[in-house]
């Protein structure tokens, strides 16, 4: 019997969630509706597939299409502050999940 494997773009799904769930803090005003979104994806998945596997993947930095066409997203807004502030507690969650994570992750001087 072959197994699933999941294939997660991370960043993807992290903008997707950040959009699709209102707004959401903790009590100390930390921001947490992308986190909240990734986890509620991630149980969907586990629990229809429990024996299926997953990885994410992240794709930050220049890609291919930034050398054929130099204007590739060049109209696109910074990060949010209040999304780019979920994204180490999106990472630690994948590992708590025992997700593995591959591909360079973002760091404070990508925007």
Do not use: C, W
Request: proline share 3%.
């Amino acid at each position: 019997m072959s197994k699933t494997l999941f294939v997660i773009d991370a960043y993807n799904l992290i903008y997707r969630m950040f959009y699709a769930i209102p707004e959401m803090t903790t009590r100390s005003g930390e921001y947490v509706n992308a986190i909240f979104g990734v986890a509620k994806f991630l149980k969907g998945i586990a629990d229809e597939n429990p024996d299926a596997s997953m990885v994410v993947t992240t794709d930050v930095g220049r890609s291919f299409r930034e050398e054929i066409y130099s204007e590739y997203k060049a109209q696109r807004d910074r990060m949010p502050d209040n999304l780019r502030s979920q994204i180490e507690g999106v990472f630690a969650l994948f590992a708590a999940a025992d997700i593995r994570s591959e591909g360079t992750r973002l760091n404070s001087s990508h925007t």
